[in-house]
């Protein structure tokens, strides 16, 4: 056979698909795949030697919030994109709550070229669904969101969509075939439990899991699926906390609802039985459940009741959680964890929780997917982009405020030691992470118009 001539040959790895793995140089030329040879037979103008390395698809990080423009004083897109990169993430969909918020289309267009020069991974961008701009919402599809952001809750300054007006966004995103993202939490059962623990006078940790409890999340997500099955409005429903919401979940996909269930590393590896311990580090909704509920998260996630990890990444500055030591209600949820994730995940794989084909669906393709970026990302088939990570699967490290990324500066799973790491990580062929630090500049990142996006709209 003759050799095959590439840009760039990743050399003897192991490229992992969601169906299985081959030893395989992988092919790349003008930032895409291009082949996939039998190991030493590719050649390129550059060989990255990957023996004893796997090769996953690049992470695509459905839900962060990078904070630019806005409270970049929490984080910021060009911080942000490092600490993606070093997590082994190629793609990140930013949420809609910066300033201003993203409500209208002229917002879309603005915040794109605003970050262009500031990403070191490529991006796409969610829009948000209030009460009061669902008029907006087709605008903003055509003017490149691959999706709205919707809130059950009042919360982080975003209005509750209640029942009424989340049908009537459901409807009009079904028109055009968009998908909704939902933070389910029941408003009027968290609004009880919020006067409730107030009136008492309460300040300690424990307000954490008692104000924003299981039922809440429960009652939001039966709610929200429902409707979902009603109107054919493709939804996925935000950081799946316990086994109990996958079951909710499970029963409205099997009458036909167009539903996915997306959960993060804090509801596999962190327990409200820490809270005592961590308090305003654990700050983050929904809370952390018990440990028996972590615990079967692996077993839901292993089965497909889970169909996409990611981070939920939401730094909050170090002063601003510090102000919950003496007051819990006093800072912000969020928790930094774009750039621990995949290794916290590939500690499961290595404990026999999950298999690697199975983190890779839940990582990259799905996400890719269902988010309209596919076959262009989450894969590492040919004709994809470049994007992809290369994994150590025996290096081992201790998490440590010290060695974040993120401008957060610290880490809710500091002390915790994980093992299988990301070592380099590539965006459409180019080098952007290496041994636990981004490479070259800002601005290698594309923005990633969503299916809908029709230019001069």
């Not at 809440?216 to 099955?229: D, G, H, M």
């Not at 839940?362 to 262009?376: H, K, M, T």
């Not at 790491?421 to 290698?444: F, I, M, N, Q, S």
Request: charged share 25%; hydrophobic share 45%; glycine share 10%.
């Amino acid at each position: 056979m003759a050799a095959m001539k590439a840009d760039l040959v990743v050399r003897g790895g192991v490229l992992v698909f969601p169906h299985g793995r081959i030893r395989a140089d992988l092919v790349i030329r003008e930032g895409r795949i291009v082949g996939h040879a039998a190991p030493g037979e590719a050649e390129g103008k550059e060989i990255v030697e990957a023996d004893g390395l796997y090769v996953l698809p690049g992470g695509v990080d459905a839900h962060v919030h990078l904070q630019d423009p806005g409270l970049t004083d929490r984080e910021d897109f060009i911080t942000g994109t490092g600490a993606a990169a070093v997590g082994g993430v190629t793609t990140v969909i930013d949420h809609h709550r910066t300033i201003p918020f993203v409500l209208r289309p002229e917002i879309v267009r603005e915040k794109a070229a605003y970050l262009a020069s500031r990403a070191r991974v490529d991006y796409a961008l969610l829009g948000g669904a209030h009460p009061d701009n669902i008029d907006q919402l087709r605008p903003m599809w055509e003017a490149g969101v691959v999706g709205f952001k919707v809130f059950t809750c009042n919360l982080h300054g975003v209005p509750a969509a209640l029942p009424d007006k989340m049908l009537e966004i459901f409807r009009t995103v079904a028109s055009f075939d968009g998908v909704c993202l939902v933070h389910a939490e029941d408003e009027f059962i968290t609004r009880a439990n919020e006067e409730r623990l107030r009136a008492a006078g309460r300040k300690d940790f424990r307000v954490i899991p008692e104000w924003r409890t299981l039922e809440a999340e429960l009652v939001a997500v039966n709610t929200v699926v429902f409707l979902a099955r009603l109107t054919g409005c493709r939804v996925v429903i935000a950081h799946v906390s316990h086994p109990r919401v996958c079951e909710v979940i499970r029963r409205e996909r099997s009458l036909g609802a167009r539903v996915w269930a997306e959960s993060c590393p804090q509801y596999f590896h962190l327990s409200t039985d820490e809270i005592d311990r961590w308090g305003p580090w654990h700050k983050f909704t929904p809370p952390a459940r018990e440990w028996e509920a972590a615990e079967a998260m692996w077993a839901r996630l292993e089965a497909g009741d889970i169909d996409m990890i990611c981070s939920d990444h939401a730094p909050a500055t170090r002063a601003d959680k510090e102000r919950g030591l003496e007051d819990i209600w006093a800072c912000s949820f969020g928790i930094p964890g774009v750039e621990t994730a995949l290794p916290l995940m590939l500690t499961g794989v290595n404990e026999g929780r999950i298999s690697l084909e199975r983190l890779v669906m839940a990582r990259s393709q799905i996400p890719a997917q269902v988010y309209g970026l596919w076959p262009r990302k989450g894969g590492l088939h040919i004709g994809a982009d470049a994007d992809f990570v290369l994994v150590d699967l025996t290096a081992e490290r201790i998490l440590r405020d010290e060695d974040a990324v993120s401008k957060a500066g610290w880490t809710p799973y500091a002390g915790r030691r994980v093992r299988g790491l990301p070592v380099r990580t590539y965006v459409r062929g180019r080098l952007v992470a290496a041994d636990g630090k981004p490479v070259g500049e800002p601005g290698w990142g594309q923005f990633l118009p969503g299916p809908g996006f029709s230019p001069g709209r």
